[in-house]
């Protein structure tokens, strides 16, 4: 079981729209697929139609099973774990518990033979939420806007990282909503910058049909597969398979 976490410590840039649009190619790709919204706005499982039944408070004192939480998709082989209202108090949760940075671990374990990819749907923030987030997973996706401020809260992450050891966790960025019209992104996305290992080759562009997963509650790349930002996420996908060394996929010859 391979555990991707959608992170950035900036909101609104586009952490749910990737965990949905990555968790859904990779369940398309044959493989057992969870995501685990972890924002208590819901949203990812408000995109798949699935609500959260305050079951979050006791899922992560480890006084229910997430077994018994999980919902299945209308979608073949992905799941969803539901976040409640009760996730805006996560980091009180956590801070009551003994060990709050394995909490998250704590939940995945029993799920290890049941799921080949799991997609954590991170809210903002550098917090102890954050932290056992690097902890339970084996990679961050980080959507990341061509933008100054964007870049700076990136090497924040990076800094962090380095700071606190944890450089098993695999960090890979990749530029989002892009809008090559604009100078500043043809800027950075030319820049020194796409030369580091970290930075992915695919980028997003900035595209209307992204918007309408809220309405639609599909993701884009289920809906327009073929639409400038759908074949972005393909490509992400299949970067983000590449350069995680991830098998080649069960059962699709369109696998990574
Ligand atoms: N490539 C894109 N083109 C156009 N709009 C986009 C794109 N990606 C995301 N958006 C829009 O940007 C908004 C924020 O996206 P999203 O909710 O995925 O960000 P987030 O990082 O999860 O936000 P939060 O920090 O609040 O959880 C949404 O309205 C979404 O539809
Ligand atoms: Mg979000």
Redesign the pocket.
């Known amino acids: 079981m391979r555990v991707i976490a959608?992170y950035?410590i900036?909101?609104?840039?586009?952490?749910?729209?990737?965990?949905?649009n990555l968790a859904w190619l990779s369940s398309r790709e044959g493989r057992r697929t969870l995501l685990w919204d972890l924002?208590s706005?819901g949203?990812a499982g408000y995109c798949f139609r699935v609500q959260g039944r305050a079951h979050g408070k006791r899922l992560l004192r480890g006084k229910s099973d997430a077994a018994d939480i999980i919902r299945s998709t209308s979608y073949d082989g992905l799941d969803l774990l539901p976040a409640d209202f009760s996730y805006r108090n996560v980091d009180v949760l956590l801070h009551d518990e003994k060990q709050p940075l394995n909490r998250l671990q704590k939940v995945l374990k029993p799920l290890k033979q049941d799921y080949d990819i799991v997609i954590l749907?991170c809210?903002?923030g550098l917090s102890l939420l954050s932290e056992a987030v690097f902890r339970a997973a084996d990679m961050l996706v980080v959507?990341t806007l061509p933008s100054i401020l964007s870049l700076r809260t990136l090497k924040m992450l990076i800094d962090f990282r380095k700071e606190h050891a944890i450089k098993d966790l695999q960090l890979l960025a990749f530029l989002?909503?892009?809008d090559r019209r604009k100078k500043l992104h043809n800027d950075v996305i030319e820049s020194s910058l796409r030369a580091q290992s970290w930075m992915l080759e695919a980028f997003?562009?900035?595209?209307?049909e992204?918007?309408q997963?809220?309405e639609r509650r599909e993701p884009v790349a289920a809906y327009a597969p073929h639409g400038r930002?759908g074949t972005?996420y393909m490509a992400l996908w299949q970067e983000v398979c590449k350069k995680s060394g991830l098998s080649p996929s069960p059962q699709s010859s369109r696998s990574c």
């Open positions: 959608s950035n900036k909101g609104g840039v586009g952490k749910t729209t990737t965990a949905v924002d706005q949203a749907d809210p903002p959507p989002t909503m892009v997003v562009p900035y595209a209307s992204v918007e997963m809220a930002a972005a």
